[in-house]
């Protein structure tokens, strides 16, 4: 255990690119679900069909196959292009891959989540802005998309934690992210479970952190329904 304390601060600072990972995976999650979702809703049997496709798709592949298939597709993609233009060979970063990864297949979760969420939405709402002369696109863009988002708060949060934890195979292609920074310890120090431990106290740190602000903002919107 003494061995491992010198490098806590180093299997920590991971946190960084854990955390940054997982925000730009879940961003990118959340507006591929919410495209998604409205393809699925609309009317048009064709793009319902290709977006139910995709969910249908990228909900039954592993993680880490698909981690694994983006890193090393868009690696051959960047050499192909290199060598077709004429440039040095174009390196993709581990950080780039695996968000990709995350927010195109958990894109098809997202898209799941929203589907519902504006399922729950009162069709009288609806109908109330639409009595009152507001155009389809304002009344998706003032009364749908809100509390499809409000609706949608709860699974989103667990979702987070999901990718947050997914995030961490991305230290089979290489990124410097929590769990990575400890195997690497581990392999020095001879300490593997001092070293896994900090890699998952700093996990449990950042996932208390996220549950704390879901239940902040579930708070805040029950009451902003409440109130109205």
Do not use: W
Request: proline content about 3%; glycine content about 8%.
């Amino acid at each position: 255990m003494t061995a491992t304390l010198p490098y806590v601060g180093f299997i920590v600072e991971g946190l960084i690119v854990t955390v940054s990972a997982t925000l730009a995976g879940f961003i990118g999650a959340i507006l591929i679900g919410a495209a998604l979702s409205t393809l699925i809703s609309g009317s048009n049997k064709l793009r319902n069909l290709v977006a139910s496709g995709y969910v249908t798709v990228f909900r039954a592949l592993p993680e880490l196959l698909f981690v694994l298939v983006v890193y090393y597709g868009l690696d051959i993609a960047m050499r192909a292009l290199s060598a077709r233009i004429g440039i040095a060979t174009l390196d993709i970063s581990p950080f780039v891959a695996v968000t990709i990864a995350l927010a195109v297949q958990f894109g098809a979760y997202c898209a799941e989540i929203f589907r519902d969420a504006r399922s729950a939405i009162p069709r009288g709402l609806i109908e109330a802005g639409e009595a009152i002369g507001l155009s389809e696109t304002k009344v998706g863009a003032r009364i749908v998309l809100p509390l499809m988002f409000v609706n949608a708060t709860p699974a989103l949060g667990n979702l987070f934690l999901v990718i947050l934890k997914v995030s961490a195979l991305a230290s089979v292609i290489g990124l410097e992210e929590v769990t990575r920074r400890a195997k690497v310890v581990a392999g020095s120090t001879r300490e593997p479970f001092a070293a896994f431990a900090v890699a998952a106290i700093c996990f449990l740190i950042v996932t208390a952190i996220a549950t704390l602000a879901q239940h902040q903002l579930e708070r805040r919107t029950r009451f902003g329904r409440g109130a109205a």
